[in-house]
């Protein structure tokens, strides 16, 4: 399995920006599919996004559409949230995860197998 850490999340005003960052480790970063996976207090992880191993396609939940940006860096073994217009909705723990299983974007986070800690995101005023 491959290494992942998170980070860059904090505490935003609504409205504001952030860029979450994962850096993989322990295995090829470029067969990996990737996703970011959110978790709210009290509620059950949602996806968010996921990108191609190539980083030429990428997949949004309904809710993450048109604020939410997955992109990937495989020289640098890193992927990144872009998220914009922060509502005090998107407050969660936000989680990078990695499949191998194939190209298919996955939208259930069960068919990820690793993980990494997770960054919190609170959007407070």
């Known amino acids: 399995q491959v290494q992942l850490v998170e980070s860059g999340g904090g505490l935003v005003q609504p409205g504001g920006s952030l860029r979450l960052s994962c850096a993989a480790s322990g295995r090829t970063f470029a067969n990996y599919v990737m996703a970011w996976v959110r978790q709210a207090p009290g509620k059950e992880r949602e996806f968010v996004a996921a990108?191609?191993?190539?980083?030429?396609?990428?997949k949004y939940a309904e809710s993450a559409k048109g604020r939410f940006s997955i992109s990937r860096d495989n020289a640098r073994n890193t992927v990144f949230l872009q998220i914009d217009s922060l509502k005090p909705e998107d407050t969660a723990d936000y989680y990078c995860?990695?499949?191998?299983?194939?190209?298919?974007?996955?939208?259930?986070?069960?068919?990820?197998?690793?993980w990494g800690q997770g960054t919190q995101v609170t959007v407070s005023s």
């Open positions: 995860a990695a499949h191998s299983r194939g190209t298919l974007l996955r939208q259930n986070p069960s068919d990820y197998d690793s």
């Open positions: 990108v191609s191993r190539k980083g030429t396609s990428t």
